[in-house]
T-cell receptor, first 111, second 116 residues
Framework: GENVEQHPSTLSVQEGDSAVIKCTYSDSASNYFPWYKQELGKGPQLIID?????GEKKDQRIAVTLNKTAKHFSLHITETQPEDSAVYFCAASKGYQKVTFGIGTKLQVIP | DTEVTQTPKHLVMGMTNKKSLKCEQH?????MYWYKQKAKKPPELMFVYSYEKLSINESVPSRFSPECPNSSLLNLHLHALQPEDSALYLC???????????????FGPGTRLTVL
């Protein structure tokens, strides 16, 4: 089955700096890669996703890149703010309603 | 509106109790999911309903019994749980019930379950 590795497991950045979270996947058939943000006591919220026919996608301060050849994808958050502090999960899917999650990255933005 | 609602928010139950978790969505989504999430871990898939029929059961113990009464509602019936079943139970939904689609899953806030 699919295996998604995510790193780092924790990340501390100063407010205003950028944060980068990296994931690799094992199944070359995976073609959909969502990113979720989970705040304490809440459910995961989709923040951005990318499909395998696209190499990069951006939404304001958030961007995701995908390298299908290397089977890795990354989340970039620029100009970080304290409210960006949360746990971020990458995930991979090839459909069939199954999504494989990474272990999560706890991001702390220090004011 | 991408809202999935779950009730109750918190639930404490004894090992001999029977309780139910409820999930609701009004986005017209045809696939609904139950996940279990332990502290500091990613969500683990338990069940998937597609067009109100159970399509995936990830070898979940029978003390967890899902039910999908209609396309907007999903229940999880709990009976004779163990303390290790204490976790955050998340419901999610996605647009298409088709098995091969690449649908975004939208999560509810979860029910924090404690089994004493």
């Amino acid at each position: 089955g699919e295996n998604v590795e995510q790193h780092p497991s924790t990340l501390s950045v100063q407010e205003g700096d950028s944060a980068v979270i990296k994931c690799t996947y094992s199944d070359s058939a995976s073609n959909y890669f969502p990113w979720y943000k989970q705040e304490l006591g809440k459910g995961p919220q989709l923040i951005i996703d990318i499909r395998s026919n696209v190499g990069e996608k951006k939404d304001q301060r958030i961007a995701v890149t995908l390298n299908k050849t290397a089977k890795h994808f990354s989340l970039h958050i620029t100009e970080t703010q304290p409210e960006d502090s949360a746990v971020y999960f990458c995930a991979a899917s090839k459909g069939y309603q199954k999504v494989t999650f990474g272990i999560g990255t706890k991001l702390q933005v220090i004011p | 509106d991408t809202e999935v609602t779950q009730t109750p928010k918190h639930l404490v139950m004894g090992m001999t109790n029977k309780k139910s978790l409820k999930c609701e969505q009004h986005m017209g989504h045809r696939a609904m999911y139950w996940y279990k999430q332990k502290a500091k871990k990613p969500p683990e898939l338990m069940f998937v309903y597609s067009y109100e029929k159970l399509s995936i059961n990830e070898s979940v113990p029978s003390r967890f019994s899902p039910e999908c009464p209609n396309s907007s509602l999903l229940n999880l019936h709990l009976h004779a749980l163990q303390p290790e079943d204490s976790a955050l139970y998340l419901c999610a939904s996605s647009q298409s019930g088709a098995g091969a689609s690449l649908d975004t899953q939208y999560f509810g806030p979860g029910t924090r379950l404690t089994v004493l």
